[in-house]
């Protein structure tokens, strides 16, 4: 079977630009989420989807980020306009009904 | 909101040496999942803990979830050099107010394991 699916795997891209990642989530699974992952602060839940619905958008930065998750098996999140310090690994998981989730390889950005 | 604690930060050993590493709390949790992640990838699942005083076996990985539903620790016995990576708890703790539906995993900041041939 397909793990999590995400794209690109590296972004570069400039101040204030917009950005958008992509995830394809496991087949099957309910459960949608969006991490980020630096060096200070570790993994951080951004938020996460349950049946296509937002459920705990709580560790969203700021109203530059969104997520949408239009159908099963398509997430975005979007950075509006990007800034330095949104440079992360960003990752999406995907669990069944269950608590145990599996990662995508994860985007690399790089806002300079 | 959620901490974990996970010790050590790093670890270097020899090839062939056991390891042992653990997460404690301030809170309860209801599960304890360890992943491991290697450079470029992201983290993969190791073992789920779902029972205070539960212990189990992947391969040569042990973990155990704590009775006070504090703490856990992972063991992993006659290290190889791919073992090499960073290990990561996370807990997760039911939320009442959802029925029990909450999925936000807390995690540990990680221990880096370094295995010398």
Redo the contacts between chains.
């Keep these: 079977d397909a793990g999590v699916i995400q794209s690109p795997r590296h972004e570069v891209t400039e101040m204030g630009q917009e950005v958008t990642l992509r995830c394809k989530p496991i087949s099957g699974h309910d459960y949608l989420f969006w991490y980020r992952q630096t060096m200070m602060r570790g993994l951080e839940l951004l938020i996460y989807f349950n049946n296509n619905v937002p459920i705990d958008d709580s560790g969203m930065p700021e109203d530059r980020f969104s997520a949408k998750m239009p159908n099963a098996s398509f997430s975005t999140l979007k950075i509006q306009p990007s800034e330095p310090r949104d440079s992360a690994v960003y990752f999406c998981a995907s669990s069944r009904v269950a608590d145990t989730q599996y990662f995508g390889p994860g985007t690399r950005l790089t806002v300079l | 909101g959620q901490q974990l604690n996970q010790s050590p930060q790093s670890m270097f050993i020899q090839e062939g040496e056991d390891v042992s590493m653990n997460c404690t709390s301030s809170s309860i949790f209801n599960?304890w999942?360890w992943?491991k992640q290697e450079p470029?990838?992201?983290?993969?699942?190791l073992i789920?803990l779902y029972k205070a005083g539960e212990l189990t076996s992947n391969g040569r990985l042990t973990a155990q979830f704590g009775i006070t539903r504090k703490d856990s620790f992972l063991n992993i016995s006659a290290s190889i050099p791919s073992d090499v990576g960073i290990y990561?708890c996370a807990g997760?703790e039911d939320d009442p107010d959802s029925g029990g539906?909450?999925?936000?995993?807390t995690?540990?900041?990680?221990t880096l394991l370094t295995v010398n041939p």
């Design positions: 599960t999942l992943y470029g990838e992201g983290p993969v699942l789920a990561f997760l539906s909450n999925y936000k995993l995690f540990g900041k990680g």
